[in-house]
């Protein structure tokens, strides 16, 4: 007869073995999770396809990676809250390494008809470098070295102004906003880009162009060589005292620009020649870098040091590096340039209209070069808080933006890499008439793509669904979970099926009939419904920027959230109801 402990043994064997379907009512599994100490001292592999932001060699890894194709990927990202080591990880840096190459604790399991096939890529993901038009030249008209000046060029002396940049600095395109008193200008680059359409007017490309003497500038010569992908290697340099020079150039020549933009608008223009402007710049920083105060405090500088920049007419390497080391305080700005979470200032309209709530709610960003995923709360000011409070509770970036989605197409079907990443993308039917291809090669190809997308919601809902540093009691999973879709890229079908598929997956995973309740952004409100929605949706973010960066809403980082307690009904004792 066996013992009572192999009965015991036999019994949860059985009971493991018979897999009852989950009720409606069960709790979400709460997974603890403590990372590794070095994902809070360098950015961490995340497996497929996640950015570890600011490494250069982030977008470049390419077949390399391909081994790990079909590994779920982490919802944490580097800010993860500091704390005791968990028991999984080991005891010693090679255990946090290994633990880091496997299935992470407190990953979220993806489904597998969410997970990527393997890829067969022709050609690894290139360094980031926006293609546009097949390489359309920039140019600056004459009439903006105005903009080397903070009054306008008729200047008359007069009561002061306040006007405030905002900057949406991008991986593949800046757009640029201003507000002068109570108007808001969006900046038109056209006549920098010769593009008058809708969808390339308010953008600008992120490249400049440097002579072999070392000057930077917007015109192309043969000779010049061209410096892109200004944006994503600043990460990795936080802390460190190199100058980016190129892009301290471009920001120089777009602030410049955007000066001289408002001097000569027809209709605000001739309201600044009796004003004496003070001005404020805004610049925009992705979610998770944010976090790290080293971060911050380069996007800070960078964006003083362009700001001083702006006022030079040549701009040589020797003098920007000179400005750089310089560190000028007085650059004739009113305050410190403001560093906004991007994300944030996207949102910034909805945080200040009517129809702003609190609790959780998650934010699909589309550009050129990464998606952007994140959750976070919303807690309305009360007595002690004149703004919003934002707990962020998970992010992810990866290189899956439009610019990716066309390399893909490019690269799996062997076409020329020659396409507009200003334009929409075009349509699955479109682009398979245009170039001669099947539509169910461009399907395949674009399934592939969608599933990465697909993985890349469903790792950061899932992480906060089931984390107990998420929010895995928020009504929002029975009630529908608010989501912001913005970018570029957010009209793009493809996008769109992976959202559907995340949200088909989030009622599969609850067996509750939770779903994705969009919310439509309106950043130029009513006061400025001549501008239309397309031109408010890709401005969003520079349009957030225009207001004061103090009073948008404050940020919690994710390593100072603890995990959410719902307060339990609180147990009457019987005595109080019947006496002794």
Not at 372 to 390: E, G, M
Not at 494 to 514: F, H, Q, V
Request: proline letters at 8%.
């Amino acid at each position: 007869m066996k013992s009572w402990k192999e009965q015991l043994r036999d019994a949860k064997k059985n009971l493991q073995g018979n897999h009852s379907k989950k009720t409606s009512d069960e709790k979400p599994t709460v997974v603890d999770f403590v990372p590794p100490a070095s994902w809070l001292e360098a950015s961490p592999t995340n497996g497929d396809d996640t950015l570890p932001l600011g490494s250069k060699s982030s977008v470049t890894q390419g077949s390399r990676d391909s081994c790990k194709k079909n590994r779920p990927t982490a919802a944490v990202t580097v800010s993860a809250p500091a704390g005791p080591r968990s028991k999984r990880g080991g005891a010693g840096a090679n255990d946090q390494k290994e633990d880091a190459a496997k299935n992470l604790p407190g990953d979220p399991p993806i489904p597998d008809d969410a997970r990527s096939p393997t890829q067969n890529q022709t050609s690894p993901t290139p360094v980031f470098r926006p293609h546009v038009d097949g390489g359309r030249s920039l140019a600056m008209p004459g009439w903006a070295d105005a903009g080397s000046s903070l009054q306008h060029p008729e200047y008359q002396g007069g009561a002061p102004m306040v006007v405030r940049i905002g900057v949406d600095f991008g991986t593949a395109f800046t757009k640029v906003a201003i507000r002068a008193g109570v108007d808001l200008v969006p900046v038109d680059w056209s006549a920098v880009t010769s593009d008058e359409s809708p969808t390339g007017q308010y953008v600008i490309p992120g490249f400049v162009h440097r002579a072999p003497d070392g000057e930077y500038f917007w015109r192309r010569f043969a000779e010049t060589d061209i410096q892109g992908n200004l944006k994503l290697p600043l990460i990795e340099m936080a802390g460190s005292d190199e100058c980016p020079k190129a892009t301290l150039a471009y920001l120089a020549l777009v602030i410049r620009y955007a000066r001289a933009f408002l001097y000569q608008h027809p209709e605000v223009g001739r309201k600044l020649v009796t004003r004496s402007l003070r001005w404020e710049l805004n610049v925009g920083c992705p979610t998770e870098p944010h976090e790290r105060p080293a971060v911050v405090d380069l996007f800070r500088r960078i964006a003083r040091t362009a700001w001083q920049l702006a006022g030079v007419n040549h701009l040589q390497e020797s003098s920007i590096t000179a400005a750089w080391r310089s560190g000028e305080a007085d650059v004739g700005l009113e305050t410190e340039p403001g560093v906004v979470p991007e994300f944030v200032a996207q949102i910034a309209g909805y945080l200040g209209s009517r129809q702003v709530s609190g609790g959780l709610y998650a934010l699909i960003d589309i550009g050129a070069a990464t998606l952007d995923v994140a959750t976070f709360n919303v807690v309305l000011p009360n007595d002690l808080d004149s703004s919003p409070r934002i707990p962020i509770f998970f992010s992810a970036v990866r290189p899956l933006g439009t610019h990716y989605l066309n390399h893909n197409r490019h690269s799996r079907l062997d076409l020329d890499f020659a396409w507009d990443d200003a334009a929409p993308v075009e349509p699955a039917d479109g682009f398979a008439k245009r170039h001669g291809k099947r539509r169910d090669d461009v399907d395949t190809v674009d399934s592939e793509f969608a599933s990465r997308v697909a993985r890349c919601i469903a790792g950061v809902t899932d992480g906060t669904r089931t984390n107990s540093r998420g929010d895995p009691r928020s009504s929002a999973w029975s009630d529908g979970l608010p989501i912001f879709v913005t970018g570029g890229g957010s009209s793009c079908e493809l996008y769109r099926r992976a959202i559907e598929t995340g949200e088909l997956d989030l009622k599969r995973r609850m067996y509750l009939p939770s779903n994705f309740r969009f919310i439509e952004l309106d950043p130029l409100g009513a006061r400025f419904q001549h501008f239309g929605i397309e031109i408010g949706g890709r401005l969003s973010v520079a349009i957030g920027l225009t207001e004061d960066a103090e009073s948008i809403a404050r940020v919690v980082p994710h390593h100072d959230i603890g995990p959410i307690m719902r307060p339990g009904t609180e147990r009457i004792d019987h005595t109080e109801l019947y006496g002794d």
